[in-house]
C-alpha cells in the first residue's frame, strides 16, 4: 500500500525541514521524502497549502480503562486521540486498579492490543495503589514495558520515599513525571487562592502548594541525577524554579497544558465546572508568565492532561465536581490559535513541544519524519475555523472548557503507522 502526501508544507525540526515537498508512505513507514516524488500510489492526499507534520505524542492522557469505563474507554480514548491528530498517547496509571505490577501493565497491555487505535504507552505508578506507602517494583515495571514512573493525580508526600523512587528510577533510566502538589497545602481548596476564591466563597488552592512541592522534587532530582518531568505547570513561580534549575544542570523538563495558557481564573466565576481542574486555573500573570515559558523555550511540552468525567459528576455543585477537562479533541487547534495566531510559537515550536519533545523525554522513536520512521503523520488546514460543539467529541465524556468556542486549524487527516483517516466535521 502505497500513499503520496503531496506538496504540503512539510514541517520536521528534528530535520531542520520546513518546505512544500512530497511524502511516501509504503505501509506502515515513511520510505520517502523528496521535493517532487513521482510516483504512481494507491492513495494521493493533495496538501496543497497544507501543514504536514508528525503526529502529535501527548504525554498525559487518562484514559480510565481499566475501572471507569464509563468515563471513556480505550477504544473511545484513542479515537479522540485519532480524530485530534494524536497518533501516541502515554496512559496515566492512575486506573482501577493502578498500573502498579507487572500483571497490572500485562493486562492494560493485553487491552490496548485489542481496542486502541493510535499507540499508546504505558506510565507506571511510583507507589503501591498510588497510597505514597511503598514503592512499586520499578524494574520489573520497565522490564513490562512502562515508559516512565508517575503517581499522578497525587505526589509522593514522603520525602525519603521519592528520593529512593528517584534513585531507583536513575538506575532504570526511566523519567518521573512529577504531579507536583502539597496536599497540606491545598487544603480542599476547588478554585485558585485569591480573587476568585474571595468572589466566589469557595475554598482557594495557592500556587504555593504546587511551586513549594517543584522545589521538592528539583530538589531530589539535583540530589540523584534522576530525570523528572514537571506536570501541568500553572503558576509563575514554578517556571521561575525550573528556569534556576534546568541553569544548574539538574535533569528537569516541564509540560503546560492548553486551558492554562487560554484561561485565567476569572473563567470559573460563573460557576462553570468545565473550568475546574487541578492545579486550577491561575490569574492573568499567570497565564501570561505560561505564555512567555512556551515563547522562550522554558516550557518543553505542552500536553493535554485529556481527564475524562462523566456528566454525573461535573454536571453538580462546583464544589462537589471532579477535577480535570477533557483536551485531545481540541489542543492542536488551541495551539494554533493562541500561540501561533499570536506568534508566541511558529510551526516548528509546535511540532517539537507536542511531538518530538515529548518522543525524547519518553525515550520514543517518534516526531519526526525522517525516511524509516514510523508513518504517524498529520495533515492540518491551518486558516480553518470551527466551533467546538459537545455533540462532535469522540470522546465518552464531553468535559471541555472550549465548547463554544471558534478555533482555528483542523486535522483533516490523522495516518497512523500509514493508515488514513480523514475528517470532515
Ligand atoms: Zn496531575
Ligand atoms: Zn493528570
Redesign the pocket.
Known sequence: MKTLIKAGRVIDPANKIDAVMDILVEDSKISKIAKNIPVKADKVIEAQGKIVMPGLVDM?V?LREPGREDKETIQSGSQAALAGGVTSVLA?PNTSPAIDSKENIKILKTAIQKSAKVNCFICAAITKERLGAELTDIASLKKEGALAISD??ASVDNDDLMLEALKVAKKEGLPVICHSEDKKLTAYGVVNLGFTSTRLGLRGISAESEYKRVERDIELARQTGASIHI?HVSCQESLELIARAKKNKVRVTCESAPHYFTFSEEAVLGYDTNFKMNPPLRSQEDRLAIRKGLSSGLIDVIAS?H?PHTENEKDIEFERSEFGVIGLETELAAVVTELIGNSLLDWSGLVMKMSLHPSRILGLNKGTLSVGADADIIVVDPGREWIVRKENFYSKSKNSPFIGRSLKGFVEYTLCQGKVHKWNS
Do not use: E, Q, T, V
Request: without cysteine; hydrophobic residues 40%.
Open positions: 498525559h487518562h496515566m499522578d493525580g506536570a492532561d481527564a
